[in-house]
C-alpha cells in the first residue's frame, strides 16, 4: 500500500511536558519500531507536526536581543523541518529500516487572500496559565486562545493548495525511499510575480497531509496524536471515544477548531475525494490503528 502518516507535533512532546529534545526523542525512539516496519513494507510518506517546536524557536527569536526583529515563522517552520526531519531519519534507520529514508525541505503554497490570515487558529507553543498567557501576549501582540486546561498561542493557518515538492516526493517513493514531507504543513509561501515569497503562518498539517494524501493516491492517511481516538465532547463528564465511523456519522457532530477539528475534517475530506481509508489515533497503538483495530476509523460507507 501506498500510505500517509501525519505525527502530530503534541504526539512528540506531550501535554505538559519540557520542550526538550531528549523527551521528543525518547517518544521517536519508542514509536520508530513500528514506523519501520510499516515503512520496510509500505510505499511511506510521514507528515510531521511542529506546533510546540516552532512555537519555542519564535519565542527565542523574539527574546533574543541581538536580532533587530525576530525570524518569520517560514523561516522557523523550515528549521523544524530539519530538526524533526533529522529525528525521524535518524529513529527509523535505528530502528532496522535499511530503506533510503529522505527529509524533504518543503513549500505549501497558500492563498495570499486566505482568509485564515484574519483568523488566527494554529495552535504553537507550549501550554500556560492563564494570566502567564494574557501576560505573553500583551507583551508580545499574540493572539491567545484556551487549548484544554490552558493557554496557548495561535497563529493564521490558510489552506494548503500544492506542495511544491510533490513530483520529486512521488520519484522518490517508487524508488523505495521513505519520505518525510512537508514537516510542519511545510514552509508556507504565497506565489507572486517574482516567484514564491514566505509568510507570516503556519499550515494545518494534517489539511497538508490530507492534501498529499490524495494527490499521491494514498490507500491510507493515518493521523497520530496523543490521544487514541477522537472523542465526542471531550474534556467532560459525558465524553465518548469514536471508533468505526462513516461520512454521514459525523454530520450533526462538531470538533474544536485548533486541535481534533482539523484532523476530522482532513480524514473526511481524503475519505470523500478517493476510495482510501482514514484513520486516527494515538502514536502509541500505531501498529493498531494502521490495522483497523484502535482509534477512530473513518470509511465512506
Given at each position: 500500500m501506498r500510505i500517509?502518516?501525519?505525527?502530530?507535533?503534541?504526539?512528540?512532546l506531550r501535554r505538559g511536558e519540557k520542550p526538550d529534545a531528549a523527551i521528543q526523542l525518547a517518544h521517536l525512539v519508542s514509536a520508530a519500531p513500528a514506523l519501520a516496519k510499516i515503512a520496510a513494507e509500505h510505499?511511506?510518506?510521514l507528515v510531521h507536526g511542529n506546533g510546540p517546536q516552532v512555537g519555542l524557536l519564535a519565542l527565542e527569536s523574539i527574546a533574543d536581543p541581538s536580532l533587530s526583529r525576530s525570524y518569520p515563522l517560514s523561516d522557523l517552520v523550515a528549521e523544524t523541518q530539519g530538526m524533526i526531519g533529522y529525528w525521524l531519519q535518524q529513529a527509523l534507520a535505528n530502528a532496522g529500516l535499511v530503506h533510503p529514508i529522505v527529509a524533504l525541505v518543503s513549500q505549501t503554497v497558500v492563498a495570499a487572500d486566505d482568509p485564515g490570515f484574519n483568523s488566527p487558529t494554529k495552535f504553537i507553543g507550549t501550554g500556560y496559565?492563564?494570566?502567564k498567557a494574557h501576560q505573553l501576549a500583551k507583551r508580545n501582540n499574540w493572539s491567545i486562545r484556551r487549548d484544554g486546561n490552558?493557554?496557548?498561542r495561535v497563529v493564521a493557518s490558510p489552506r494548503p493548495q500544492r506542495i511544491v515538492e510533490l513530483d520529486a516526493a512521488e520519484i522518490l517513493l517508487q524508488n523505495q525511499t521513505t519520505v518525510i514531507l512537508a514537516g510542519g504543513g511545510g514552509v508556507p509561501v504565497i506565489e507572486g510575480p517574482h516567484g514564491l515569497t514566505g509568510v507570516e503562518a503556519v499550515?494545518?498539517?494534517?489539511y497538508v497531509a490530507a492534501l498529499i494524501a490524495t494527490q499521491l493516491k494514498a490507500d491510507l492517511l493515518v493521523m497520530l496524536t496523543d490521544v487514541p481516538a477522537v472523542y465526542v465532547d471531550y474534556?467532560?463528564?459525558?465524553?465518548?471515544?469514536l471508533h468505526d465511523i462513516t461520512i454521514a456519522d459525523l454530520d450533526d457532530l462538531a470538533f474544536p477548531p485548533g486541535s481534533m477539528g482539523p484532523k476530522v475534517a482532513a480524514a473526511r475530506q481524503f475519505v470523500t475525494e478517493?476510495?482510501?481509508r482514514a484513520a486516527i489515533g494515538s502514536l502509541d497503538d500505531t501498529t493498531a490503528v494502521l490495522a483497523g483495530s484502535a482509534g477512530t476509523q473513518l470509511s465512506r460507507s
Open positions: 500517509v502518516i501525519a505525527l502530530g507535533g503534541n504526539a512528540l510505499e511511506l510518506v496559565a492563564e494570566d490552558s493557554w496557548r499550515v494545518d498539517k494534517d474534556g467532560t463528564a459525558s465524553e465518548r471515544p478517493t476510495p482510501g
